[in-house]
């Protein structure tokens, strides 16, 4: 049950979101020097032991979590997460951190977007306005024919896309699973299908670069952590504009870190895809206030 301690809240989201930026800054590295399927892979591990833990606690056991009426999609939705991870992972080490997280912070729009044809919501022409805004402002990012897009962006946005029809699909399945169910699908049916794959393409890892992966495995549990504690203690309509605060500390990473550049038109076409983003939201909580 969401509490209604919204200072709390909005920390723990901005915690959250300092946490994951630090991971995508872990990723890219570790992506960069060894096979991005392995590193996912090995994330996907620890992260599938954090789900079991997590799950069955809160379902009461194991067997709880994993009884669902659906299992087709709640594979499906796990699989599909797992590959979008891969496919993320990869924008970044080609596309660059910040480029690749100012497309992908998109993906709430899609989502709006996709809410009537798929969940049967109603979206007015206020929200679809937004939605037009904010794709105008992917647009700006990529600059297709200015002479300077890149191919690699379409990871980016094939990435928001899947993420965006896996939150859909998170919120059709909760109509009839708990959310423990689903996130234990998330986890197990992620790591098996990721780990079929991905153990074909193992690499032996430099001893410096295991603790980075522990880093990167503790960051990840560390993040759904909080982010679980996050909406248990506030709305999430309340939080969830605050989720914006990734690109700021992926771009700080991007930055500092890998010495990324940060175009003009990035910032114009992030800007109007933050501001689209918050005004739907903002708009779907008047809605159902």
């Known amino acids: 049950m969401s509490g209604n301690d919204t200072k709390r809240g909005i920390m ?3 915690l959250t979101m300092l946490i994951f930026a630090s991971q995508d800054g872990i990723s890219r590295y570790l992506a960069g020097e060894y096979n991005v399927l392995m590193v996912v892979m090995i994330r996907y591990w620890f992260f599938a032991a954090f789900v079991l833990t997590v ?3 809160r379902a009461g056991s194991i ?3 994993a009884r669902t009426r659906q299992p087709v ?6 699989v599909l997460l797992a590959l979008e991870v891969c496919i993320l992972v990869a924008a970044f080490t080609l596309l660059g951190l910040i480029e690749s997280m100012a497309i992908f912070i998109s993906y709430p729009l899609i989502v709006a977007a996709l809410s009537g ?5 109603q979206v007015g022409l206020y929200r679809w306005t937004a939605i037009g805004i904010g794709f105008i402002g992917v647009l700006v990012i990529l600059q297709p024919g200015g002479g300077v897009f890149s191919p690699y962006a379409l990871l980016a946005v094939v990435s928001a ?3 965006a029809l896996y939150t859909l699909l998170t919120r059709y399945v909760a109509r009839k699973d708990t959310a423990a169910t689903s996130f234990f699908w998330t986890g197990v049916a992620g790591a098996v299908a990721i780990s079929a794959i991905g153990i074909w393409f193992w690499e032996p890892m430099a001893r410096g670069d295991w603790l980075w992966m522990l880093a990167l495995c503790i960051s990840g549990a560390t993040g759904h952590y909080l982010l679980i504690k996050t909406y248990e203690v506030a709305e999430a309509s309340a939080v969830q504009p605050f989720a914006y605060l990734q690109l700021v500390f992926v771009s700080v990473i991007g930055l500092f870190v890998f010495n990324e550049d ?3 038109n990035v910032v114009i076409g992030a800007g109007l895809v933050i501001a689209a983003g918050i005004f739907t939201l903002w708009r779907a909580r008047r809605a159902t206030a």
């Open 12 to 14: 723990l989201m901005s």
């Open 161 to 163: 896309m899947m993420f």
């Open 262 to 264: 940060l175009r003009t």
């Open 117 to 121: 044809p798929i969940l049967g919501e």
């Open 55 to 57: 799950s069955a606690k």
């Open 63 to 65: 067997a709880n979590a």
């Open 73 to 78: 999609l709640q594979i499906f939705r796990g």
